[in-house]
């Protein structure tokens, strides 16, 4: 069945005048001028077809018609108030769906939602493996994490990092590179080659050579003395971007965990 169009603002402007029976007072309830009010009101009367106000002696007072539906429309008002708080209570809940490639959430993510859930245990997270092109409709995400030059054509904020380093086992391991699909150096004459950086930080690790892969992701391997740095962190046009569409983007839980997160 097809709705009928509302005429919102118009109801809302007849709902103040007529609680104060005043064009002037409904004007200062709503932050606009009087004759905004009344020109208000003069369209809602020409797309009901009835008068809802008259001017008396003892001023402003509604008409039949105008007092007949007032009951309905504080009703709906209410009902209006209802639903936008049924809708706003996902984001006072503190559950999040997260897509992310399967290394970083393993090397990066995961560490830092630990941390974020022994601050505050009402959060609960879900972590879904994802590759470069997410659907967010499809996967009822709130947030995503991609690798590439920026956030494509969705809101974003880039992860800080120091670009890219090449690690190798501590002391050294085989002179030989390590690649992986989407390494800036791959080389086919690579004695290893693998499915993604965080299984190439692993294979470093192993002693098969040396691998070129995201410093954020090799950070708490070198801190941890697994790996070692081959020279200078080298700065990259690519690196992982924190996404989501422009209403995902706007939730206070997704501001909040980009802002914890990319901090």
């Given at each position: 069945?097809?709705?009928?169009h509302l005429?919102?603002?118009?109801?809302?402007?007849?709902?103040?005048?007529?609680?104060?029976?005043?064009?002037?007072?409904?004007?200062?309830e709503?932050?606009v001028t009087?004759?905004?009010?009344?020109?208000?009101?003069?369209?809602?009367?020409?797309?009901?077809?009835?008068?809802?106000?008259?001017?008396?002696?003892?001023?402003?007072?509604?008409?039949?018609?105008?007092e007949?539906?007032l009951?309905?429309?504080?009703?709906?008002?209410?009902?209006?108030e209802?639903a936008?708080?049924?809708?706003?209570?996902?984001?006072?809940?503190?559950s999040?769906?997260?897509?992310?490639?399967?290394?970083?959430?393993?090397k990066?993510?995961m560490?830092?939602?630990?941390e974020?859930s022994a601050a505050?245990?009402e959060?609960?997270?879900?972590?879904?493996p994802?590759?470069?092109i997410?659907?967010?409709?499809?996967?009822?995400?709130?947030?995503?994490?991609?690798?590439?030059?920026?956030?494509?054509?969705?809101?974003?904020?880039?992860?800080?990092?120091?670009g890219?380093?090449?690690?190798?086992?501590?002391?050294?391991?085989?002179?030989?590179?390590?690649?992986?699909?989407?390494?800036?150096s791959?080389?086919?004459?690579?004695l290893?080659?693998?499915?993604?950086?965080g299984?190439?930080?692993?294979?470093?690790?192993?002693?098969?050579?040396?691998?070129?892969?995201?410093?954020?992701?090799?950070?708490?391997?070198?801190?941890?003395?697994?790996?070692?740095?081959?020279?200078e962190?080298?700065?990259?046009?690519?690196g992982?971007?924190l996404?989501?569409?422009?209403?995902?983007?706007?939730?206070?839980?997704?501001?909040?965990?980009?802002?914890?997160?990319?901090?």
């Amino acid at each position: 069945m097809k709705r009928t169009h509302l005429p919102l603002n118009g109801l809302r402007v007849l709902d103040a005048a007529a609680r104060h029976l005043s064009f002037t007072r409904a004007a200062d309830e709503l932050a606009v001028t009087p004759a905004a009010v009344g020109q208000q009101i003069r369209a809602l009367e020409d797309t009901l077809g009835v008068v809802l106000f008259r001017r008396t002696t003892r001023g402003l007072e509604l008409t039949q018609e105008g007092e007949a539906g007032l009951d309905a429309l504080r009703t709906g008002f209410l009902q209006f108030e209802d639903a936008v708080r049924a809708m706003q209570a996902g984001q006072s809940s503190k559950s999040l769906t997260i897509a992310a490639p399967r290394d970083l959430s393993g090397k990066w993510l995961m560490p830092r939602l630990a941390e974020i859930s022994a601050a505050d245990g009402e959060f609960r997270f879900a972590v879904i493996p994802a590759d470069d092109i997410v659907d967010f409709t499809e996967a009822n995400l709130d947030l995503a994490i991609r690798w590439g030059d920026g956030p494509g054509d969705h809101e974003g904020e880039a992860l800080e990092s120091d670009g890219m380093v090449t690690v190798e086992r501590p002391g050294g391991g085989a002179d030989m590179r390590i690649s992986w699909p989407g390494c800036l150096s791959e080389d086919a004459h690579s004695l290893v080659r693998v499915g993604d950086a965080g299984l190439a930080i692993e294979a470093a690790a192993s002693g098969l050579g040396r691998a070129t892969v995201p410093e954020l992701l090799a950070r708490a391997d070198i801190a941890a003395n697994r790996v070692a740095m081959v020279g200078e962190a080298k700065a990259a046009r690519f690196g992982y971007w924190l996404v989501a569409p422009l209403p995902q983007w706007r939730q206070a839980k997704v501001k909040a965990l980009v802002d914890t997160l990319a901090g």
